[in-house]
T-cell receptor, first 110, second 114 residues
Framework: EDQVTQSPEALRLQEGESSSLNCSYT??????LFWYRQDPGKGPEFLFT???AGEEKEKERLKATLTKKESFLHITAPKPEDSATYLC???????????FGTGTSLTVIP | ETGVTQTPRHLVMGMTNKKSLKCEQH?????MYWYKQSAKKPLELMFV???????ENNSVPSRFSPECPNSSHLFLHLHTLQPEDSALYLC?????????????FGPGTRLTVL
C-alpha cells in the first residue's frame, strides 16, 4: 500500500537554530513529491515540487532535497514567521492523485 | 480575486440541514478537487473533476454530492451529515489534472455538524 510518513510530528526550534524535516515514502512509480506550508485555519500553500532523486530546490530559508526513498526540508536560521505545519505529498502511477503525510508542526521561538 | 476562493469560510449545520460549499478558481486551470482534512489525519481526496468531468470518487458517502458546472466552479452539496463529517474542507485546482501537476489550494471551509 502506498504510504507517506512525515517526521517528526512536532518540532520546536529556537530562532536561528537550523534543522530538517523528513518525508519518507513507499510508492510505486513516483511522479512528483510536493511540499506545502499550512498556517492554522488556512489552506496549504505550495512551496516546492521535486521530480527525481538528486534534485534540490531552494526558497529563502528553505531547501528541499529528494532521494529514492525520502525527502528532506531543510530550514536554515529559521524565524518565528516560519512557524507552520509543513505537509508532504507524493504523486505516483499514471493518475494525478496526491498521497499526503500528516505533516510536521514547526514552532520557532524568538 | 486571485487564486482559489472558497465560501463560506465557516459553516455550522444540523444533521438534517442541506447546505452547499462553493469553490472558484481564477487560475485558468482545468482540474478541480475536493479534500477533507481532519485533525491528525492526512488530507483525504474526495472528488476530482477534469474538464468538468468527474474522474475520481474515493468511496465518498452519498450525503456528499459534488457538482462542477464549468472548469472555474466547484460545489459540494451536503445533506443529512453526521458529526464525524466535521472537518476542514479544502478545494484545490491544477492546470490539467495529469501526473506531475501542482495543485493549488483554497483557504478551506471549516464545517461543524451538530
Amino acid at each position: 500500500e502506498d504510504q507517506v510518513t512525515q517526521s517528526p510530528e512536532a518540532l520546536r526550534l529556537q530562532e536561528g537554530e537550523s534543522s530538517s524535516l523528513n518525508c519518507s515514502y513507499t510508492v510505486s512509480g513516483l511522479r512528483g513529491l510536493f511540499w506545502y506550508r499550512q498556517d492554522p485555519g488556512k489552506g496549504p500553500e505550495f512551496l516546492f515540487t521535486l521530480y527525481s532523486a538528486g534534485e534540490e530546490k531552494e526558497k529563502e530559508r528553505l531547501k528541499a532535497t529528494l532521494t529514492k526513498k525520502e525527502s528532506f526540508l531543510h530550514i536554515t536560521a529559521p524565524k518565528p514567521e516560519d512557524s507552520a505545519t509543513y505537509l508532504c505529498a507524493v504523486q505516483a502511477g499514471s493518475g494525478n492523485q496526491f498521497y499526503f503525510g500528516t505533516g510536521t508542526s514547526l514552532t520557532v521561538i524568538p | 480575486e486571485t487564486g482559489v476562493t472558497q465560501t463560506p469560510r465557516h459553516l455550522v449545520m444540523g444533521m438534517t440541514n442541506k447546505k452547499s460549499l462553493k469553490c472558484e478558481q481564477h487560475l485558468g486551470h482545468n482540474a478541480m478537487y475536493w479534500y477533507k482534512q481532519s485533525a491528525k489525519k492526512p488530507l483525504e481526496l474526495m472528488f476530482v473533476y477534469n474538464f468538468k468531468e468527474q474522474t475520481e470518487n474515493n468511496s465518498v458517502p452519498s450525503r456528499f454530492s459534488p457538482e462542477c458546472p464549468n472548469s472555474s466552479h466547484l460545489f459540494l452539496h451536503l445533506h443529512t451529515l453526521q458529526p464525524e463529517d466535521s472537518a476542514l474542507y479544502l478545494c484545490a485546482s491544477s492546470p490539467s489534472g495529469v501526473a506531475r501537476d501542482t495543485q493549488y489550494f483554497g483557504p478551506g471551509t471549516r464545517l461543524t455538524v451538530l
